[in-house]
């Protein structure tokens, strides 16, 4: 069983790319903060967290492309019904 994502026991679980999102927008709100910080340690926390920043927005964009790729070869995913690749 997963603890995020939308599983047939987890009917009401996200979509990857939400809690990608989600996760992203926690990062940016953080790195702000630290952004006019001219601390060495500062500088070296925020040039990661700009690469992490860069990995999760491939990441979103590779989950949407699958989901797309689902729906369009199975449609729509219903919440609670059978996986629409895979096994149950």
């Known amino acids: 069983m997963t603890h995020f994502l939308v599983t ?3 009917p009401d679980g996200h979509r990857l790319e939400d809690i990608l999102n989600a996760v992203r927008g926690d990062i940016i709100k953080r ?18 967290n700009v690469r992490i920043l860069e990995l999760l927005t491939e990441a979103i964009r ?21 996986p629409r690749i895979g096994k149950p």
Do not use: M, Q, Y
């Open 62 to 82: 590779l989950a949407e492309d699958s989901t797309v790729t689902l729906t369009r070869a199975f449609g729509p995913n219903i919440k609670g019904g059978p």
């Open 31 to 48: 790195a702000t903060k630290i952004a006019d910080d001219r601390r060495p340690e500062a500088a070296h926390v925020l040039k990661n």
């Open 8 to 10: 047939e026991d987890k």
